[in-house]
């Protein structure tokens, strides 16, 4: 009687069955079909409006955004400082470094791009939001930050209201500072959002659009601490 074949020891393991084999191959072509519509349907996938070939134009929103932010940016990490030095109290005081920081760190990326890009930091024309549809734009000279009244852009303070800030004290400075970031955050959410939606260049749209999600954020904090202190957004 012929002994039956030992396979066990052989070193080869039976394989499944073909018809198995093949199911196993199907739901294989299935999970990697499913995995790129995904990718091409997550944000900052392909499903994206493709980046331009090269670099915008001195006029565009890309440039025009990145400009005119790094400015309004610049009277944030101001102002943040400012009160810093007007109050003890720690809630603001952290605030105030949160924003500080954040906003240097942003305004740095921006002023990147435009250095990537070969563009002016400054507008040709000496102009601010014109690369929205020119309701906004504020021509400018030279003594435009000598401390005159009016704002360059929405949501900026006014020389007078910069004043104002660096004479409080405690809790003044604390309820000034709250209403005139709450204030400039507002502006700048408005700013941020055209260019999430303008913006040609796939990174400035998505720094674009966490700017505007992080100031938002950071207005309730601010309308909670202005509450607790008696007062409101203007």
């Given at each position: 009687m ?6 066990a020891g052989?070193?080869e393991a039976?394989?499944?069955?073909a018809?198995?084999?093949l ?6 072509v299935?999970?990697a079909?499913?995995?790129?519509l995904?990718?091409?349907a ?13 670099p915008p134009?001195v006029?565009?929103?890309?440039a025009?955004?990145a ?5 309004h940016h610049?009277?944030a990490?101001?102002?943040?400082f ?6 003890d ?8 470094y949160d924003?500080?920081n954040?906003?240097a760190?942003?305004?740095?990326m921006l ?6 890009w070969g563009l ?18 504020h021509d400018h000279?030279d003594d435009?930050?000598?401390g005159?009244?009016?704002a360059?852009?929405?949501g ?7 004043d ?12 000034l ?5 709450t204030?400039h955050?507002?502006?700048?959410v408005?700013?941020?959002s055209a260019c999430?939606?303008r913006?040609e260049d796939?990174?400035?749209r ?7 999600d992080?100031q938002?954020s ?6 909670d601490?202005?509450r ?7």
């Amino acid at each position: 009687m012929t002994a039956p074949t030992d396979t066990a020891g052989s070193g080869e393991a039976a394989g499944p069955p073909a018809p198995v084999r093949l199911l196993y191959a199907g739901a294989a072509v299935l999970v990697a079909l499913a995995l790129a519509l995904w990718v091409l349907a997550t944000p900052g996938s392909g499903a994206e409006k493709p980046a331009p070939a090269g670099p915008p134009a001195v006029g565009s929103a890309d440039a025009g955004f990145a400009r005119d932010m790094a400015v309004h940016h610049q009277q944030a990490v101001e102002m943040s400082f400012v009160v810093r030095d007007r109050t003890d109290d720690e809630e603001v005081r952290r605030l105030a470094y949160d924003i500080a920081n954040t906003q240097a760190n942003q305004r740095g990326m921006l002023l990147g791009r435009l250095d990537l890009w070969g563009l002016p930091k400054v507008s040709p024309d000496g102009s601010y939001m014109a690369w929205t549809d020119g309701s906004h734009a504020h021509d400018h000279g030279d003594d435009a930050f000598a401390g005159k009244d009016g704002a360059l852009m929405p949501g900026m303070a006014t020389g007078a209201e910069l004043d104002k800030l660096r004479k409080a004290e405690g809790k003044d400075a604390e309820v000034l500072y709250l209403q005139l970031m709450t204030a400039h955050h507002m502006g700048g959410v408005v700013m941020a959002s055209a260019c999430a939606r303008r913006c040609e260049d796939p990174v400035e749209r998505r720094l674009a659009q966490g700017m505007a999600d992080a100031q938002e954020s950071e207005m309730r904090l601010m309308a909670d601490l202005l509450r607790a202190r008696g007062s409101s957004p203007r």
